[in-house]
C-alpha cells in the first residue's frame, strides 16, 4: 500500500516543475504562459495543504476557498499567502482568458516570484509538520 506521504511529495514536485517552467517561459518572454505555469505551481502546493486536512478538490475555486478556510482563517498561515494567491490567480485568468489584456513582463516576474515564496512557504510548513 502506498505511504500517504507520497501523495504531499507528489504534489510539491508537480509545484516544482511548474516552477522551472515557468521560469524557462519567463526567458523566452511569453509571460502569460509564465503566469499561468506559476499558478499552476501553487494550486499543486495548496492541494498538498488540503490533502493534510484530509480534502482534495479539483476546482480552482474551492482550492482557494479551503485554503483560507483551513489556513488562513485559523491562522496557521498569514494572510499574505492568500493575497499572494489571490494576486497569481487574478493573473493567471487575465493572461489565459483576456484577449485585449495582456501580461508585462514586470507582472510576471512578480507573479512568478511571490509563486516561488508561496511554494517554498508550503514545504516549510510541510516539513514543520513531518508531511515530507
Known sequence: MPDPK??????????DEMLKVADEILRTEHYSSACNRAYYAIFYAASALLYS??????KHSAVLAFFRQYFIKTGELDQKWSDDYEFIMS??????????DHLEKDQAVEVVMKARAFVEEVEKWLRKHELL
Not at 507520497?6 to 509545484?15: P, V
Not at 493573473?91 to 485585449?100: F, I, P, V
Open 6 to 15: 507520497d501523495n504531499y511529495k507528489l504534489y510539491m514536485e508537480h509545484a
Open 53 to 58: 486536512k484530509g480534502k482534495s478538490f479539483g
Open 91 to 100: 493573473s493567471r485568468q487575465t493572461a489565459d482568458y483576456e484577449l485585449y
